[in-house]
């Protein structure tokens, strides 16, 4: 019964597929996301290499689905139709969720026509025929999910730097799911575009049959699903487009994500057109001849937000995977038939996809290890490749990474926020690695970006890491150009060591060979570059007796440094200033303006020596 089933489902895919030749414009490519069907949990798989994850579990859907060019009906076989610009002018791709109340897709005005208006564009499209969950409410995520996968792992290919999400309705929750419930960098959208979205589960606010046919009546599963409540600062920038005479889904669900979104200092917008009522999404004169449901002012008004959010998120942090076949393939980078990077070496063994704490924190950094590029309009000729600080057990991406990569930008700096392996205890080797390749890399481009020079900074374990690249280097190529070296671990030593990043870079504290390799001040050589050391006198997670050392090997060797310790702020204090987190500065505000300083006449300094 099941091998008919599936033959049934195949077949039903296949004259779907021919159907919508006769209405819609052909798709460049047509990827089943499950070949072997939802009884076997394996996904897409090219050239021997896992694209995409399998399907989970089933919904348990066993009839065949069906199309009739504008509604696809019982979706239980998911597929992606992929459209791409003639020339991909953008460098954007958007992961296209149409609505249904998830219960059908709508999948003209909600999927093919809004791919044809982003293709117009130059912004490929990605129009996920994704699974009804049939109240299996984990369904329809994986599947965007996967689409994230395919098409990240694609993304050169198709001269793709930045993928969003778009959904409609119950398609704008899912891909608002997919931007708050993402499970890794290369599952979170780099941009959300949300048409009139139902948001909430809360009853009286929500669209009934979008709640049912997700959560039923569970209470758990209605709370997760609120979205408005898992918004974080690390929520993509967000667009919100919808009626104000919506009376199926009530704009109070836009309101509250929006709200939600301002108060964790997301990046977002609304409009709020006076007519259209539900459901108008790409139904514009120009494609359809009928009567435009918001009217033609307003869809001209539409468009335009569109157009110079979408212009805007250019703008934005570029991420790049640094082994885009993963760990299992010791390869790197390649671009233009060269390789750029090294591959990983060796697999530090994470598996399962990433964890993300509400404080931004990220951990179980494997697969997904990347660089996240911050590129200046106009660059003064430097780099910083920052290392954020964690223990080796985990990234604290926000005031050791993104907040230090902007005020840096401000400054006319490019900076490459660095996501690298944990060494988990045995795999020392792999962090080393993912700096050294990110130095690659930014060097191969460094000519593109207008850089001339490039440094390392680094925070408590990011410290060592960004150590390590300035004693451990093995050519010109990896070696920085000077160090930035904040309240860093710079030694192992018995007396003085920080537990936790010591263990997880010496199995434990079992291996005393890496224990004296590892402690960098017996590393410092004439060639190692220039450093400034910043940390604060009371720090009692990393003592000073750390920076002490290194800076005393290195003006016995001769090289070029200087330390600076503050009077107070204890440890971890980053670029954590009031206006980033909207708690008192550790530092407060004379001190941090003192280390600023310190950090801009170093820079200033170093520019000299080139």
Avoid at 38 to 60: A, F, K, W, Y
Avoid at 139 to 160: I, K, M, S
Avoid at 323 to 340: L, W
Wanted: aromatic share 8%.
């Amino acid at each position: 019964m099941k091998l008919w089933i599936q033959k049934a489902a195949l077949l039903t895919a296949a004259l779907l597929l021919l159907t919508a030749a006769r209405a819609q414009q052909a798709p460049d490519h047509i990827v089943r996301l499950y070949p072997e069907g939802q009884g076997v949990d394996r996904g897409v798989v090219e050239d021997g290499i896992t694209v995409t994850l399998g399907p989970g579990c089933s919904n348990e859907l066993n009839v065949p689905q069906t199309w009739d060019g504008t509604l696809l009906r019982r979706v239980s076989d998911p597929w992606l139709r992929i459209y791409l610009p003639e020339k991909n002018t953008s460098g954007q791709m958007v992961v296209i969720c149409p609505g249904g109340a998830y219960a059908l897709l709508s999948t003209e005005s909600e999927g093919e026509l809004a791919a044809r208006w982003l293709n117009e564009r130059g912004i490929a499209a990605c129009v996920v025929w994704y699974r009804m969950p049939n109240r299996h409410d984990i369904v329809p995520l994986t599947d965007v999910q996967n689409a994230f996968r395919y098409c990240r792992y694609h993304a050169a290919e198709w001269g793709v730097r930045q993928i969003g999400v778009m959904g409609f309705s119950a398609g704008g929750h899912l891909a608002a799911s997919a931007s708050t419930l993402f499970t890794d960098e290369i599952t979170r959208p780099d941009f959300s575009i949300l048409f009139y979205p139902v948001i909430s589960m809360e009853e009286g606010l929500t669209h009934e049959g979008t709640m049912f046919n997700l959560t039923g009546k569970d209470p758990v599963l209605r709370e997760r699903y609120s979205l408005e409540k898992r918004v974080t600062a690390e929520t993509p920038p967000t667009i919100l487009l919808l009626s104000s005479n919506d009376d199926a889904v009530p704009p109070e669900n836009s309101l509250r994500y929006l709200r939600a979104l301002k108060a964790h200092g997301v990046p977002a917008q609304i409009h709020s057109f006076p007519t259209g009522g539900h459901g108008w999404g790409f139904a514009a004169r120009k494609y359809t001849g009928k009567k435009d449901p918001i009217g033609d002012d307003a869809r001209a008004t539409a468009d335009t937000a569109l157009e110079t959010f979408l212009r805007d998120c250019r703008k934005s942090p570029e991420t790049v995977l640094l082994y885009p076949e993963g760990q299992g393939v010791d390869r790197g980078i390649v671009e233009n038939g060269i390789a750029v990077t090294l591959g990983p070496g060796e697999n530090n063994e994470a598996s399962g996809p990433e964890f993300v704490k509400e404080s931004g924190n990220i951990g179980n950094v494997g697969d997904s290890a990347r660089m996240i590029l911050y590129i200046p309009e106009k660059c003064n000729g430097q780099m910083v490749v920052i290392c954020p600080g964690g223990g080796y057990s985990n990234l604290a991406m926000r005031h050791e990474g993104h907040w230090v990569a902007e005020w840096l930008n401000a400054r006319g700096v490019a900076a490459c926020v660095l996501v690298y392996r944990m060494p988990r205890g045995t795999h020392p080797q792999a962090p080393i690695t993912d700096v050294q390749n990110a130095f690659r890399y930014c060097r191969h481009h460094a000519a593109e970006w207008g850089v001339r020079q490039i440094g390392v900074m680094g925070f408590s374990a990011g410290g060592h890491l960004a150590g390590c690249a300035s004693t451990l280097y093995v050519d010109e190529i990896t070696r920085p150009d000077f160090s930035i070296l904040v309240y860093s671990v710079l030694t192992f030593d018995e007396s003085v060591k920080k537990k936790g990043t010591f263990e997880q870079m010496t199995d434990g504290g079992k291996r005393t060979d890496l224990r004296a390799y590892y402690s960098l001040e017996n590393q410092v050589n004439e060639q190692t570059p220039p450093a400034i050391l910043l940390l604060s006198e009371d720090d009692k997670g990393v003592i000073p007796e750390h920076s002490w050392r290194y800076f005393e090997q290195l003006r016995q060797h001769g090289v070029q440094a200087e330390l600076h310790i503050l009077p107070y702020g204890g440890h971890g204090w980053g670029w954590k200033t009031s206006d980033k987190s909207g708690k008192p500065d550790p530092l407060h505000d004379g001190v941090r303006e003192v280390l600023f300083h310190c950090v801009e006449n170093y820079l200033e300094r170093m520019s000299l020596n080139k």
